[in-house]
Structure formats: C-alpha cells, structure tokens
C-alpha cells in the first residue's frame, strides 16, 4: 500500500464514511419498487442490493477516472480540500436522508468537490467543460430518458398482458422485478461505488501517494466497494418509503418497467464514463411508470419537493465544501474544528431521527401529506347539505294506554 500520512488517513477514512453513506441513501434507487410491490421482503431485498453493488464496482473505472482526472485540475489540489468537499457531500446526503428525499448522492459529492476547489485554487482549477458534458447535461437527460422509456415500458407491459391469467402474469412480474432490481443494483456499484474511488484516487495524487492520471488502486476499490455494500445492506428505509410509495403507487408490471429503464440508463452512462445520478434515473423511472398506467397518478407534491432538492445539490455541497476548505487553510486546528463539526453533526441528526423511526417494519406505511391543489379544493367545496332528520315517535305501551287517566306519549 501507497505511504499515507494521518492527514491523509483522515481523508480516506471519511471518504469511506461518505460511501456508507451514499450506499443507505440510495438503496432505494434499486429496491423501493421491489419492496413497494411485495416483491421481496425488506432484509432480503436489502441484503440482495450490498452483494450486487459489490460485485459492480469491480466491473469498470470509467466513473471514477472521471472524478479523479476529469473534473478538478489535479495539481492544485490539497488533501484538504478533499476531506472539505466530502464534509459538504456527507452532510447533505444526511440531511436529506431525515426528511425521506432521494437527492444524488453524486451530486452531493461534486458539489462539495467543487466548492472546496473553488475556495482553494479558483475557478480555473475546475474543468467546465468536464462538468457540463459529464455532470449537468446528463443530470437533466437522465430522469427524462428513463421517465419516457419506463411509461411506453409500462404501457406495452399492460397492453400484451390483457389476455395473460392474472395470477400468472403477475408472478412473472414479480419474477422479473426481482432480475430489473437486481441489475440496478449492479448498475449502482458501477457508478456510485466509484465516485467514492475517484475520489480516493485523487486524494491520494493530491497527498503524493500516486503518480498523477493513476487508475485507482485494487485496495480502493475493494474497500470502497465493502463501504457502498454496507451502507446498502442497513437500508436507507425513509427514502424507500418515498421512492416506493410517496411519488406513486405501484404494481409489479410498473416495478418492472421502471427498474429495467433505470438499470439500462445507468449502465450506459457508466460505460461511457458520465457520472450519473443514479437517484434521478430511478426517479425518473418510477414516476414514468406511474404516468403509464392508466389511472396511475404521481404524487406531484412529492415530486415537487424532490426537484427542489435536487435542484439545491450541488450549490448547498458547494456552499459546505468551501466554508470548510477555507477553516482548514487556517491550519491544523482548523481542520480538526472542521471534523468536531462533521462529527457533531452526524450526531445530531441521527438524533432527531430517532423521534420517528423508520425501518423494515413500516416502510410500506405511507401517509402523505395533501398537496396544495388538493388543499385549494377542499377550501372552495361547499359542505354537504344538512339532513333533517325524520320525527321519532315513541308507541306507548299497552300498560300505558290501560289507563284512560294516561294519555298516551309521544316525542318528536
């Protein structure tokens, strides 16, 4: 192994800790619709996508040679700036990891990459070119092409499975979904799990561990690859319960048509080297397959919330990333303050989760809120008409009516 300094160590440690959590942030992307359905149940779905992811990151480099070569200019960058770009990654996969959004974990990462460069060597040491080509263009492209692929997916399911048995074809969806679920699970170790050796890879440049242009190392892979899989295996259940039942509800030939699109735009972009949001492929999929049945709906609030989120990505990391670069410039006790204050963090918002926890217990219990449309009617519908109710009238009894000195009782 390469000669790593404690500062270094630190680094690669807490990028091993941002690919944790990259691996429970989007677990969904590959089994929310899988668990949704009843597909599998919640452990064995979860267990099945940590094998997977770690089989995918020994499948390519292309991503990560992205993240190492492509993005950030290489020579003016300190392992500094790395540990502040992944303070920013870290935090806002884990903020948004609390309130159930499924944001990119990737972008995160850039984001944070991005602004700590910024703030150390200026704009020059960022490659534009790199970032709108390999990061923004398909950022856009992904949810689009994978929301179009999956509805005519779900369409063509539902139109040759008219005159199929019910039961059958159901359990050959199920079946399916399972092998969709399974690839994109693949596809996730593909592309996500190397963004965290990418950046590994350019730590260890930037710490003179490794010559420049280096691929990553076989310990960085393996690690980063075990990092991802557990991470995956302890389930990010909040943004499951989104992914899988807060933007639509789904049935089996949905899940499969929505994973199978999703699976094959990812392992595209992972094998053209683009750094692809797997969250917003899967995204983009799942709400394609709720638009192509008919009747299906996409809770657009839901929706809307997400796009903001995803929307924030990449300048909240950037914004983290270059605070924390310029306290660690201000020496060493400043990049300790700089990781008390990511520890603390952490903590605190493992905290508040704890108040209302989610797990494989109730990840399928969904409760959401009305959105603003559905307030706005229900403000301008006028009540129901008030019912009169019928006069009750009381029979007296025959012991009653013996007495003539009685008259006989009745009550309206």
């Known amino acids: 192994m390469e000669h790593i300094t404690l500062l270094l160590g630190i680094v690669i440690v807490t990028a091993l800790v941002f690919d944790f959590t990259n691996g429970f942030h989007d677990t969904a992307n590959a089994m929310a619709t899988t668990i949704s359905t009843g597909a599998l149940k919640p452990k064995m779905a979860v267990a099945m996508s940590a094998a997977l992811n770690l089989v995918g990151a020994f499948l390519s480099v292309e991503v990560a040679n992205t993240i190492s070569k492509g993005l950030v200019d290489e020579s003016g960058i300190r392992p500094e700036v790395i540990f502040s770009a992944l303070v920013g990654a870290i935090l806002w996969n884990l903020l948004t990891w609390l309130v159930g959004l499924p944001s990119s974990s990737s972008h995160a990462l850039m984001g944070g990459l991005i602004g700590a460069t910024i703030s150390s060597a200026g704009t020059g040491a960022v490659h534009g070119d790199a970032l709108v080509t390999k990061v923004l263009i398909p950022a856009v492209a992904a949810p689009v092409v994978a929301g179009v692929a999956a509805m005519l997916a779900t369409r063509l399911s539902y139109t040759l499975g008219k005159k199929a048995d019910g039961k059958a074809a159901e359990k050959g969806y199920r079946a399916g979904q399972i092998a969709s679920a399974g690839l994109v699970s693949l596809a996730h170790g593909t592309n996500d799990a190397q963004k965290t050796m990418g950046i590994i890879t350019l730590a260890l440049v930037a710490g003179g561990a490794v010559a420049p242009d280096s691929d990553p190392p076989t310990w960085v892979i393996l690690s980063a690859g075990l990092a991802i899989a557990l991470g995956t295996y302890l389930g990010g259940w909040r943004i499951i319960r989104t992914m899988g039942k807060g933007l639509t509800d789904l049935q089996p030939q949905q899940g499969f048509a929505a994973q199978t699109s999703a699976a094959t735009v990812i392992l595209a972009s992972s094998h053209l080297g683009f750094s692809l949001s797997t969250t917003h492929s899967v ?130």
């Open 283 to 412: 995204s983009g999929s799942v709400m394609g397959a709720g638009l192509g049945r008919k009747g299906g709906v996409v809770r657009w609030s839901t929706a809307t919330r997400m796009f903001v989120a995803w929307a924030l990505t990449l300048p909240a990391a950037a914004l983290v990333g270059a605070g924390s670069e310029w306290v660690t410039g201000l020496g060493d006790w400043g990049t300790a303050l700089v990781a008390v204050f990511l520890v603390a963090s952490c903590v605190a918002i493992w905290v508040v989760s704890r108040r209302q926890v989610v797990d494989h217990t109730n990840v399928n219990d969904t409760e959401e809120p009305a959105g603003v449309v559905t307030t706005a009617i229900n403000a301008v519908t006028p009540p129901p008409a008030a019912t009169i109710p019928s006069p009750a009238v009381t029979i007296p009894s025959p012991a009653a009516t013996a007495d003539p000195a009685t008259p006989p009782a009745a009550t309206v």
